[in-house]
């Protein structure tokens, strides 16, 4: 999933489809990337199963599936904790620090 997420143009179709349905060619020209290229990144998330696809005569409706996004969350969470303590630890020192 990390190497799926890792490509930066994966990642730009993933933010615009958070805000709903596109289609292939909204994505192309957003992107400005070739439609094949776009195609390809699109067949990779599908894959991993970030995205899936409604056809609607011709057209190719695309839209994110959160449910893995979540799964990364959920694996995350305990290091969030752990930044989040050793910041609040670091606040505390710089608290007591004289000016």
């Known amino acids: 999933m990390f190497e799926v997420l890792a490509e930066p143009s994966r990642r730009e179709i993933l ?11 909204d994505l192309v020209d957003r992107l ?3 439609q094949p290229t776009v195609s ?3 067949k990779v998330l599908r894959g991993a199963g970030l995205v899936e696809v409604r056809q609607d005569a011709q057209r190719r409706w695309y839209r994110l599936r959160p449910a893995p996004l979540a ?11 752990m930044w989040t303590n050793s910041l609040d630890a670091l606040e505390r020192h710089l608290e007591t620090m004289d000016d």
């Open 40 to 42: 390809k990144h699109l």
């Open 15 to 25: 933010d615009l489809l958070r805000d709903g349905e596109r289609l292939v060619g």
């Open 71 to 81: 799964e990364i969350d959920e694996w995350l969470a305990p290091y969030r904790r």
């Open 32 to 34: 400005e990337l070739t």
